[in-house]
C-alpha cells in the first residue's frame, strides 16, 4: 500500500478532531471523538470513524446525523485548513464507531463471569490466583 494515503489519513483524522472540538463544538452535543480515518487509494473518499460519548444509542445515532447533516460545513472548513497541503479534499463518510460500547458491554460480561466463578468456588479460590 502507498504510504500517501495513510499520510493524508493522519492529517484528516487530525484536522477533523480538531474542527470538531472549536468550530463544530456547539453544533454537536454530546461530544463526538474522531477515532479514525481511512482514504481510498485515489485520495477521493475518506471514511470517518466517530466515537459519540452518551449512554443511550438513540443519543450517539443523533449525533452522527447531525454529523451528517453539517457534512458539507465541515469539508469547507477542513479544505481552508489544508488548501496548502492537497489540492482537492476527499469526500466525507462518517460512520459511527461503536468500539468503546462494545468494549464496555464485553467489561461488564467478563466481570460477570468473575463474580459468578468467585461465589461457586469460594474465598478461597481467589487468595489462590493472587
Known amino acids: ?61 443523533a449525533a452522527h446525523k447531525r454529523l451528517e447533516q453539517i457534512n458539507t460545513q465541515i469539508r469547507t472548513a477542513l479544505a481552508r485548513r489544508i488548501r496548502h497541503q492537497m489540492r482537492v479534499v476527499p469526500e466525507l463518510r462518517f460512520f459511527l464507531d461503536e468500539t468503546l460500547n462494545e468494549a464496555k458491554k464485553m467489561d461488564a460480561l467478563f466481570d460477570k463471569i468473575r463474580a459468578e466463578r468467585s461465589e461457586r468456588e469460594g474465598p478461597s479460590a481467589e487468595t489462590d490466583e493472587s
Open 1 to 61: 500500500m502507498s504510504i500517501r494515503p495513510i499520510r493524508v489519513a493522519k492529517v484528516l483524522q487530525r484536522e477533523i478532531a480538531d474542527l470538531l472540538q472549536t468550530d463544530f463544538q456547539d453544533q454537536l452535543q454530546p461530544m463526538a471523538t474522531v477515532t479514525g480515518v481511512r482514504v481510498t487509494k485515489d485520495l477521493s473518499i475518506a471514511y470517518v470513524y466517530v466515537s459519540v460519548m452518551g449512554e443511550a444509542l438513540a443519543q450517539r445515532q
